[in-house]
């Protein structure tokens, strides 16, 4: 049953982009089902900052991921830095277990200590423990000392490439916005000019990576991997599955801002069948970002999927669409458990069958 175009979408999605706390595995049982909750509802639109559903942590996965800002496309950073005001904020780990799970009647054992009361399926509002950057907010901040910094180690003859190491690598993104802010005011330049006239090849790159909003970083990312010849399904899949639906309506917004057309349409130029209508309706940013898991769906989920792959000749692909690009991570977790029990096999042996 496997589909050539979108092997690499559901290998890097069933592994949710290797999320920073881990989603562990579910346990035998869920919480019950009150009386009055039925089948999966309608997805609706998560709130920016910290993404409801576990963001799906870090996305680096397979070949030449894209990564977050202040990460050249290759190379691996888990996580977003803290935001400034339009960005995206940072995400959020991902509670271990279900409902039901041993120790937790209704509640979900969050990373370490943390557990996430009103897990059950009648639960609305919980929030995921915070993820756990691998760069953190530098306290207390100084950015016009900093601004100071970055100035001198530019000014004169040569470049001073340590001190600028030092600053920009050990501020988070909404700390070297505010340093470029601040740069600015005192002296007039723009950072990011000043870096780039300072330093060439992949150095002077990241520099100019580190400092671009979450937005911006995304769509150039995505702009890059569809512009000249030949397309890198990698870094789209990799960006558009493992980002919330408000980062995802930020994203599209912010490539039409910069390129002056529309990210959907680029896509669809580049791509084809299910593969396309994938990743179109992952732009669409529709996903539930709930955390309730309820029992009977899962089971449902899980035959459909069944039914669409190995339980037939040949294979629904929209099916297989439908279920991954709108049911929360939560539930397909347990969904894909719950596949195992039904094939004997994993859904990702199954989808590379």
Sequence with gaps: MNVPDQTNFFTFYLGYGAPPQ?????????????????????????AYGAPQQGAYGA?????????????VPGSKVAGYASAPPGAYGAPTGSPAGYPGAAGATGVVAGAGAVGIAGMSQNSTGAKPPKGKPTVKPVS????????????????????????????????????????GRRFKAIFGRDLVKDL????????????????????????TTIYKAIDGIGTNEAHIIEILASRTNKEIHAITKEYTRKYGRGMEKDIKGDTSGHFEKLLI???????????????????QDARALYQAGEGRWGTDEHTFNRILISKSIYHLRAVFDEYKKLSKRTISEAIDS
């Design 59 to 71: 996305p680096p996965q397979g070949a030449a991921p894209a990564g977050y800002p202040g990460q």
């Design 281 to 299: 309706a992952l732009c669409k940013g529709q996903r539930d970002e709930s955390f309730n898991v309820v029992k009977s769906a899962v089971e």
């Design 196 to 219: 780039k006239s300072e330093t060439s090849g992949c150095f002077k790159d990241i520099l100019n990576y580190m400092h671009m909003p979450a937005a911006e970083y995304d769509a």
């Design 140 to 179: 207390p901040f100084k950015p016009d000392q900093d601004a100071q910094i970055l100035r001198k180690a530019m000014k004169g003859l040569g470049t001073d490439e340590k001190s600028i190491i030092n600053v920009v690598c050990n501020r988070t993104l909404e700390q070297r916005l505010e340093i």
């Design 22 to 46: 881990g989603y562990g595995a579910p346990p035998q049982g869920y919480a019950s089902a009150p009386p009055q909750q039925g089948a999966y509802g309608a997805p609706h639109q998560g």
